[in-house]
């Protein structure tokens, strides 16, 4: 299934969704879309006999994504959007891991951070710089994170507002695997 910025394919099983826009894997409305209807694919199809048995989600170009397309930022509804994306990633009743193959930042974080497993790979960067920009992360990342990794360990990458190698890696169990 072809969606322009998101690729779906099932091999052996398991459902493959590649984000592949330009620049980052940015999340830019099209991409949003493109990802809710892989969602769709894959909700519906589990609905049959014949479902995935679990979910890769995955970056082209050696990047997870660099998270929502900065020249949207003041688009309403779009944290919304992310939100509900990544409601429906958490839901799936079979596994889902986002597998990084490079930097995920701000949304696409918030996209990992709503997969079941995360595993990264070589020089990934991780952060949620909201902050930066007088913002909360906008899709629950947050909330995941401090279910994840506890709140003095979430408020900490919150608050900096800097990606980060080491402090995912070494201090935190944000990361399922390296």
Same mark, same amino acid.
């Given at each position: ?68 397309? +900065? ?5 309403? #509804?779009? =944290?919304?959007? &992310? $939100? @509900?994306? !990544?409601?429906?990633?958490?839901? /799936? ?39 930066? +920009? ?5 899709? #629950?990342? =947050?909330?995941? &994170? $401090? @279910?994840? !990794?506890?709140?003095?360990?979430? /408020? ?23």
């Amino acid at each position: 299934m072809q969606g322009g910025t998101v690729t779906t394919r099932l091999i052996d099983g398991i459902a493959r969704i590649t984000l592949e826009s330009s620049p980052g894997n940015a999340l830019d409305s099209a991409t949003r879309h493109a990802l809710a209807a892989a969602l769709s694919g894959i909700e519906a199809a589990l609905q049959g006999d014949d479902g995935p048995r679990g979910v890769v989600l995955t970056g082209a170009n050696g990047v997870f994504s660099v998270g929502v397309d +900065l020249r949207e930022l003041d688009r309403p #509804g779009k =944290g919304a959007e &992310l $939100a @509900a994306i !990544c409601r429906r990633l958490e839901r /799936l009743p079979i596994p889902v891991v986002a597998a990084l193959p490079g930097s995920a930042i701000g949304g696409g974080a918030e996209l990992a951070l709503a997969a079941h497993y995360r595993l990264a790979v070589g020089e990934a960067r991780f952060g949620l710089p909201d902050i930066v +920009l007088g913002l909360p992360p906008g899709a #629950g990342g =947050g909330q995941r &994170l $401090a @279910a994840l !990794c506890g709140a003095r360990a979430a /408020l900490d990458l919150l608050l900096r507002g800097r990606p980060s190698r080491r402090r995912w890696r070494a201090r935190w169990a944000c990361l399922t695997a390296l």
